[in-house]
């Protein structure tokens, strides 16, 4: 599968082995970690995407290998942690219904969950496809490389009722990668296709800001600096609905490189994180990773700059917590090469709340959930007794 997360990922645990000794962490105390699910293969394996809370009270979300089929599952948890698979994709021959469910769930109007599968479908290029809370699926789209291909991000929904979302590769100029909209119904129109100066590779879901605007990252491309393999490093954009888009910041390296993550919105602009650079020392030359912020105007400050000893390899956005400040998780970085949570002050303080080990997960991907007042829940992509991911909640201190 063509997965920048997991290219990333074993490239990191392969090589953080020699920094593990020099590694140090400041951790926040009375944090409550639980570990709530690990996956066994059968009922899913490695999800790498977040977890959402539905009207009827249970969370739902995606793992994207394991299930029935060993390619990938659609599953809810109850509050008390109780898993069970809704589906298992490659159902049908050929793997018809979708292969590679990479991206998370956004719940419609409609109560109906939908998502989008990296390969699979009609040309194997992928799908966005719609499931109940009972667990029937059905493919809207089957992805055809002109109009998008290898989907990995969740969609969101405009207030329309229409879905946005994007697509990694494909696209009508040179594979670049594309942004469209579906209806609930299934009809597809195809709205950006990047060329590279533009930006490249959109692996991140968008965000729709308050002005109504999308706003997102590619993971490379832009019209900034090389960064490693002979192409740019990435950029911020601002699309309207209707397709304009506006490229806002292309890094260069030392303010970030690789942004995979999806923006959140503040009162102050936007919060996001890059995969590498900042050019601190790290096994990349270019960085552990970066948070930045950005205005709506493309005003880019880089706010840390990640270092080992209190994370590294940022691959997934940051959540809004209730409290003001930012959560989020690194895959590798602090205590061991496992990734770790951590807690961000507007400001740019980042304080270490957990330290994977392993056991109870390993390489999280995805954006943390808050669903009370300093209760958070998190999937991590490995790890667990099988080594096929982890579901956790982390309950922070009560004095917020």
Same mark, same amino acid.
């Given at each position: 599968m063509n997965n920048p997360q997991c290219r990333w990922l074993s490239v990191l645990k392969s090589v953080c082995v020699v920094f593990a000794a020099c590694m140090a962490v400041i951790a926040a105390p009375a944090q409550t970690f639980t570990s709530l699910v690990d996956f066994s293969g059968s009922d899913g394996a490695n999800p790498e995407t977040s977890l959402i809370l539905s009207t009827d009270g249970?969370?739902? $979300?995606?793992?994207?290998?394991?299930?029935?089929?060993?390619?990938?599952?659609?599953?809810?948890?109850?509050?008390?942690?109780?898993?069970?698979?809704?589906?298992?994709f490659c159902s049908l021959a050929s793997c018809a219904d979708g292969n590679a469910p990479e991206g998370g769930l956004v719940q419609g109007t409609d109560g109906n969950f939908y998502g989008t599968t990296q390969i699979g479908g009609a040309y194997?290029?992928?799908?966005?496809?719609?499931?109940?809370?009972?667990?029937?699926?059905?493919?809207?789209?089957?992805?055809?490389?002109?109009? $998008?291909?290898?989907?990995?991000?969740?969609?969101?929904?405009?207030?329309?009722?229409?879905?946005y979302g994007?697509?990694?590769?494909?696209?009508?100029?040179?594979?670049?990668?594309?942004?469209?909209?579906?209806?609930?119904?299934?009809?597809?129109?195809?709205?950006?296709?990047?060329?590279?100066?533009?930006?490249?590779?959109?692996?991140?879901?968008?965000?729709?800001?308050?002005?109504?605007?999308?706003?997102?990252?590619?993971?490379?491309?832009?019209s900034g600096t090389y960064c490693g393999v002979g192409t740019e490093c990435g950029t911020v954009f601002k699309m309207t609905p209707t397709g304009t888009l506006t490229t806002l910041h292309s890094?260069?390296?030392?303010?970030?490189?690789?942004?995979?993550?999806?923006?959140?919105?503040?009162?102050?602009?936007?919060?996001?994180?890059?995969?590498?650079?900042?050019?601190?020392?790290?096994?990349?030359?270019?960085?552990?990773?970066?948070?930045?912020?950005?205005?709506?105007?493309?005003?880019?400050?880089?706010?840390?700059?990640?270092?080992?000893?209190?994370?590294?390899?940022?691959?997934?956005?940051?959540?809004?917590?209730?409290?003001?400040?930012?959560?989020?998780?690194?895959?590798?970085?602090?205590?061991?090469?496992?990734?770790?949570?951590?807690?961000?002050?507007?400001?740019?303080?980042?304080?270490t709340l957990h330290s994977f080990a392993d056991t109870d997960g390993s390489g999280p991907l995805g954006v943390l959930l808050e669903v009370s007042n300093g209760t958070f829940y998190g999937t991590t992509t490995f790890g667990g007794t099988s080594n096929d991911g982890t579901i956790f909640s982390l309950t922070l201190a009560p004095a917020r």
């Open positions: 249970n969370f739902y $979300g995606t793992a994207a290998q394991g299930g029935a089929n060993g390619h990938g599952s659609v599953f809810q948890l109850t509050p008390g942690g109780t898993l069970t698979t809704l589906y298992s194997n290029y992928g799908t966005i496809f719609k499931i109940t809370s009972a667990g029937t699926l059905t493919t809207l789209h089957s992805f055809h490389f002109a109009d $998008g291909a290898y989907p990995q991000a969740a969609l969101v929904q405009a207030p329309s009722g229409t879905f994007t697509a990694r590769q494909g696209g009508l100029v040179g594979g670049d990668g594309a942004i469209f909209k579906i209806t609930p119904a299934g009809a597809f129109a195809a709205l950006h296709s990047f060329s590279g100066s533009d930006g490249a590779y959109p692996s991140a879901s968008l965000v729709r800001a308050s002005d109504g605007n999308f706003y997102g990252t590619t993971e490379i491309g832009g890094f260069d390296g030392t303010d970030g490189t690789d942004p995979l993550s999806t923006l959140v919105e503040t009162s102050s602009g936007f919060y996001g994180t890059t995969y590498q650079g900042g050019n601190l020392s790290c096994d990349s030359p270019y960085g552990c990773g970066t948070v930045f912020k950005i205005t709506p105007s493309g005003t880019l400050t880089t706010l840390h700059r990640f270092h080992l000893t209190d994370g590294a390899f940022p691959g997934s956005g940051l959540a809004l917590g209730s409290d003001g400040n930012l959560y989020g998780t690194t895959t590798s970085g602090a205590e061991g090469i496992y990734g770790t949570v951590f807690e961000m002050t507007p400001e740019g303080a980042v304080t």
